[in-house]
Every structure is written in structure tokens, then in C-alpha cells.
């Protein structure tokens, strides 16, 4: 079964690490950290950012009224330069913590629903998934090709004579009851030989 590694080169730890140290390098990795991450692409990621973005400009817009109150009461001090350049880092992190998190969010609940329609549905022909799923076939024949370049549907390809996704053939042994496994994750129904291991296709541990 398909692995689950994702492609990132760095933890969790180096990524927390950066945004305490310097925010705009620790937003970067962030980012591209869950660009790579199929398991915190699939998970509560999107939520966790959104929430983190809008308690930052709330945060921000309390810092304001305060800077605000400051200049009433003081004027303007050379000081104030450094809280200026704070608040607008800020900002800038939680709207873009805010957008990304709605961007994962969205792509989240698209992956599942391919997952649902071409593996726990078994629709193969592109026409058929794009009436599925409402979308146009153009659209549809770019969003799976992405889910195979990110490993979504490992070992996949589209055959483009038939316009049909064609999925990798069983490689375990067929003597063995298989065992069909829902991932909580992504929700793909995992063919299982032998033990429980990852998700074929977001590398989630099965239970």
C-alpha cells in the first residue's frame, strides 16, 4: 500500500519554530507546508487557519484602538514606527492565514468528493465524473491530473484514447480475505489485505 509520505522536506517543529522567530518565513513555510501535507490538507487544517487568521485582525483591530488612543493622548513618537510596522505584519498574516484557510477548505472538500465519486463510486470515464460532480470536462481533466501529480490517486493515469482514469491493479496477494476500510481522513474506501495500514490515497493510518 501506497506509503503516504508527504513531499515536504521539513517538521512541523521547524515550521512553529519559524513563525515565532520571523513571521513572514514561518507564513512561506507554512503554506507550502500544507501544499505538500495531503493528510493536513484533508484535516481540520483549513479551520485551524481560518481561526487563526480572524483571532489576528481581531487581535490587530484591538492593537489599533489602543495605538489610536496613544497618539490621541502622546502625539506621534519616533517609538511609534515599530508598533506601525507590527501591526501592518500582523494584519497582512491574518488575511492571508484567513484566504488560505478558505483556499484549503474548499480543496479539501473538492479531493473528497473525487474520492468519493472515482474510488468509493467507481466511476473511471472523465464525462461521467464531470456529470457527477456538476463541473465542466476541462475542469474536471485538470483537477485529476492534479490529484495524480499530488498523489492522490497513486500509480493512476489517464488513458487518453479512452478518456477513462485507469487505477493501478491489485499487487497483493489474492489468496488473502480483502477487507474493505473507510479512511476518516479523506473517506476513500481502502481495499485492505493482512493488517490495517495507511490510506492508498491520503496516507492517513487506518482504523
Known amino acids: 500500500m501506497y506509503s503516504g509520505r508527504d513531499n515536504s522536506s521539513y517538521s512541523w517543529s521547524l515550521v512553529i519554530i519559524a513563525l515565532i522567530v520571523f513571521w513572514p518565513v514561518g507564513l512561506f513555510l507554512l503554506f507550502k507546508k500544507f501544499s505538500d501535507d495531503k493528510k493536513a490538507t484533508l484535516g481540520a487544517s483549513g479551520k485551524v487557519m481560518k481561526i487563526v487568521g480572524i483571532s489576528l485582525i481581531i487581535f490587530v483591530a484591538i492593537g489599533l484602538i489602543g495605538f489610536g488612543s496613544s497618539l490621541a493622548e502622546n502625539g506621534y513618537r519616533s517609538d511609534d514606527t515599530y508598533g506601525i510596522v507590527g501591526v501592518v505584519f500582523f494584519a497582512a498574516g491574518g488575511v492571508a492565514l484567513l484566504y488560505k484557510g478558505n483556499k484549503v477548505t474548499k480543496e479539501a ?22 456529470s457527477a460532480t456538476g463541473k465542466p470536462y476541462d475542469v474536471v481533466y485538470r483537477d485529476i491530473n492534479n490529484l495524480i501529480n499530488k498523489g492522490y490517486l497513486h500509480n493512476a493515469y489517464i488513458d487518453e484514447s479512452s478518456k477513462k482514469i485507469v487505477m493501478p491493479e491489485d499487487k497483493y496477494v489474492k489468496e488473502e ?20 495500514g495507511q490510506c492508498e490515497y491520503c496516507g492517513s493510518p487506518l482504523k
Open 177 to 196: 480475505t480483502p477487507r474493505i476500510v473507510n479512511c476518516a481522513c479523506c473517506g476513500a474506501n481502502n481495499t485492505v489485505y493482512g493488517d490495517l
Open 109 to 130: 472538500e473538492q479531493i473528497r468528493r473525487y474520492i468519493s465519486v472515482i474510488v468509493n463510486g467507481n466511476v473511471r470515464k472523465l464525462s461521467a465524473i464531470a
